[in-house]
């Protein structure tokens, strides 16, 4: 089995803060074998990774930003892909070696283009038709797609769009298909948080805390005390 957590932790300028040490001990009590962060600073991943025997860290300084995205395992081999392209930004490939299989695991922190569009989503699409992977890949993380039951047609095109690649939302019929990841400052909730997988990778559960941890800080929402965002668990049979 693998268990892949990925996460968004929230860097709180007030603070200086992202991957504190108390996000990272209660995040760590889900057992994870994978663990994938977004919005960790190096001086965080630093100290962090002596936890773990396979780790990465990864940011192209291109908005002069300290914020990256973190890769964390202790049974599970993590590299670098020979073909990782850094202008689609953030989506970082990994080669995941365990149990004698090799998977391709995008590792996703959906930043604004470049060309000043806004069109997050577009970003990954760009990105998967240039990698086009032929098997056992998963995308996981922060696409900012924005969707929620206002703009449902954004989640619907983020499905249709990878299908076309053979990848397909982990969470689809089941009762987190469309629960709440992301509470956004403009006094919105919203599903920004996903994992796609190529189906020749058997599935067996999803998970997305409930909406009852969400708890009300101030004049916004805070998934356990903790971030913006609530983590997504997924468990292959790997």
């Given at each position: 089995m693998l268990k892949i957590l990925s996460w968004n932790c929230q860097y709180e300028?007030?603070?200086?803060?992202?991957?504190?040490?108390?996000?990272?001990?209660?995040i760590t009590l889900y057992n994870f074998?994978?663990?994938?962060?977004?919005?960790?600073?190096?001086?965080?991943?630093?100290?962090?990774?002596r936890e773990f025997k396979y780790k990465n860290w990864y940011c192209d300084d291109i908005e002069d930003s300290v914020l990256g995205i973190a890769i964390f395992s202790n049974t599970v081999k993590i590299e670098f892909t020979e073909s990782f392209n850094r202008n689609y930004r953030y989506v970082v490939p990994y080669k995941l070696i365990t149990n004698g299989n090799e998977i391709t695991l995008f590792s996703v922190w959906i930043k604004a283009p470049l060309d000043?569009?806004?069109?997050?989503?577009?970003?990954?699409?760009?990105?998967?038709?240039?990698?086009?992977?032929?098997?056992?890949?998963i995308i996981v993380g922060d696409i900012n797609v924005g969707s929620n039951n206002e703009n449902i047609d954004r989640y619907k095109e983020l499905c249709s769009t990878l299908e076309k690649y053979h990848f397909f939302n982990a969470a689809s019929n089941t009762k987190y298909e469309?629960?709440?990841?992301?509470?956004?400052n403009n006094g919105s909730f919203y599903q920004n948080d996903y994992c796609f997988y190529t189906?020749?990778?058997m599935i067996i559960s999803v998970i997305i805390p409930k909406n009852d941890q969400w708890i009300k800080v101030n004049n916004s929402y805070k998934w356990d005390h903790l971030s913006d965002h609530s983590p997504i668990i997924v468990n292959f049979n790997i």
């Open positions: 300028y007030y603070l200086r803060q992202g991957l504190s040490e108390p996000k990272f001990k209660a074998d994978v663990l994938v962060i977004q919005e960790c600073t190096k001086k965080e991943f630093d100290m962090v990774k000043n569009t806004k069109n997050y989503v577009k970003v990954l699409f760009d990105a998967i038709d240039y990698y086009r992977p032929k098997d056992k890949a469309f629960m709440n990841t992301h509470w956004n189906n020749d990778i």
